[in-house]
């Protein structure tokens, strides 16, 4: 096969419907009309003599010699991207862009005001925040359906690459007020008190009750629910504990009246990382922002400590 017998843009075009499934949202993503797809993928085929894709319902489903290009074709399109961003700086001032984020409710909360507040100076840029499933997050940075993702430590490959911004430690949340103001937050009390578990899942166990079921102890759950705010403000309200990261309760305990102490038992820190496809790590606008990320975190730590009133239990 000649080389100069085949217009690389049309492995931009198998690229994206490789990684689309569908003629219709390849187009989309190309600017091209769907026709003009169909007409680069008969070349394609033409030139490779092989379907490459079969169509089973909606979706487009490569065949064996389209995965084996697709090995090939895919970083190599990564490298020539990259080395033509070398050639270009990003102006944040004067460039329209729009960055997809990856952000859990949670991590929502505590970086998007902050992130929000330093990006208002540059009038052409765009956040998206998006909550993708876990087992999905590789495929849409890989994708560019998502430029970063942040969250707890996850089991990848190679082709993403990670770092830790920071570390979170689990605290406990309870009402000003609470009876344990005077006894203190000990693990007895801790354990004879009722409490509020916060989980996307609708059974089994939270990070705290892995470590307390490794010391042999239990916790009384009298509510199972999917959101901290909730659960915090719930706890304001009763004498129900809540146990959660230490950076977004001390932000919420700005706005209830709830006080924090240290937990009671040596509880699991979280990890939080930044996640990015390899490939397109040297993009500039890529690298601004993940420096402003950076910088985000620092920040965020500072503005998260709580009050000396919102850290009095068991002192």
Known sequence: MALNRLDLNLLHVFDTIYREGSLTRASKILHLTQPAVSHSLGRLRDYFEDPLFVRQGNQMVPTPTARRLAEVVRPGLGQIQGALNQFHAFDPGAQHKVFNLGLRDVLESTFLPPLMADLMRYPRMVINSQRIARREMEAHLAAGKLDFAVDVMLPVSEQTGHERLHRDELIVVARHGHPLAKAGMTLENYLAARHVLVSSRTEGPGIEDFELSRLGHQRDIALRCQHYFAACRVAAQTDLLVTMPATYAGLL??????????????????????????????????????ERLHRLVVSQKNAAQPSARNSRIGH
């Open 253 to 290: 305990s700005r706005h209830l009246e709830v006080d924090l102490s240290p937990a009671p038992a040596e509880m699991p820190a979280l990890d939080v990382h930044l996640y990015w496809h390899r490939p397109h790590e040297r993009e500039p606008a890529l690298l601004w922002l993940r």
